[in-house]
């Protein structure tokens, strides 16, 4: 089977931090601290990946509220500035801390810390996708210009494409990016159901569950403006052995356009600064 190439591969999901499953082995596993930038240079090299947005992972403890939202957007946002390889940085904020302080922290990201985008996990932050604090705060995110990176995991009730269709219905204007939408073979059904509704949702491949070829059959629909190539990584520990999805798509039979859209195209229409600093990483070493 043939393996084709794209010019790029940016991947629009990777979270820094930890993630905990619950799992029992989770309780006594150790391991060796690394350098964490250069942890995650070795993953995106590992797979030939040209670079990625970065965000934290929302499992993160919050015993002072506010204070500790703050120190996970600097946290994101001196990361990304410590690599020209992370082309985007999404910061959160919490529903459950009230509309005000949101506010306010938003406009700390975007005039502070340049911030790209919002990203929730719902599931872990203590409400629902369709929570009337949610639909307020993508109001504020998008008077912002920030794009939305909600989850919408399969295995949540608290994160039901449902409630997509509700938070898209219902902000016409917002860029709502589902992650993690691919990752159950009933919910690919109400991926395509959402997307044939909605035009402003977007979607990234994290976690796709593979039988008969769903992210073929989505471009063959819908085209690949509204694809994103994502894999819902984690760089140390790494989270997979082979970015799957990545392997799925480029053993496709899909035009090379599809895969060039996929793969960097739609994620510089996100984040049109990206474009430049693709560009960038591209150059002579002694000119950038």
């Not at 082995?25 to 964490?36: I, K, L, V």
């Not at 500035?81 to 801390?97: I, K």
């Not at 960038?280 to 950038?288: Q, T, V």
Request: include cysteine.
């Amino acid at each position: 089977m043939s393996r084709r190439t794209v010019r790029y591969v940016v991947d629009t999901h990777h979270h820094v931090g930890a993630l905990s499953i619950g799992a029992a082995e989770e309780r006594t596993a150790t391991r060796e601290a690394r350098e964490p930038v250069e942890a995650h240079h070795k993953m995106l090299d590992r797979f030939g990946m040209t670079a990625c947005a970065v965000m934290p992972g929302l499992q993160y403890e919050r015993p002072h509220g506010i204070v500790n939202t703050r120190e996970i957007n600097d946290g994101i946002a001196a990361y990304r500035d410590r690599s020209p390889r992370f082309l985007a940085a999404l910061g959160t904020v919490e529903p459950l801390h009230g509309i005000a302080l949101c506010r306010e922290e938003l406009d700390r990201m975007t005039a502070e810390l340049g911030l790209d985008g919002v990203v929730w996990h719902t599931r872990y932050q203590g409400v629902a996708v369709s929570d009337r604090r949610m639909h307020a705060l993508v109001d504020e995110a998008t008077a912002r210009g920030l794009p939305c990176y909600v989850h919408m995991f399969a295995e949540s009730n608290l994160e039901a494409p449902w409630m997509f269709a509700d938070l898209a219905r219902n902000h016409p204007d917002a860029t709502i990016v589902a992650l993690d939408g691919f990752s159950g073979s009933t919910q690919i059904q109400y991926v395509m159901d959402l997307a044939d509704r909605f035009g402003n949702v977007l979607f990234d491949t994290a976690i796709c569950f593979p039988l008969l070829r769903p992210l073929d059959a989505f471009v063959a629909r819908f085209g690949s403006e509204r694809l994103l190539f994502g894999t819902d990584s984690y760089a140390d520990p790494v989270s997979y052995n082979v970015p799957a999805v990545m392997e799925e798509l480029l053993a496709s039979d899909m035009d090379a356009e599809h895969l060039e859209n996929i793969f960097w195209r739609t994620f510089c229409r996100v984040f049109p600064a990206a474009g430049k600093a693709l560009d960038a990483l591209d150059a002579p070493e002694e000119i950038r």
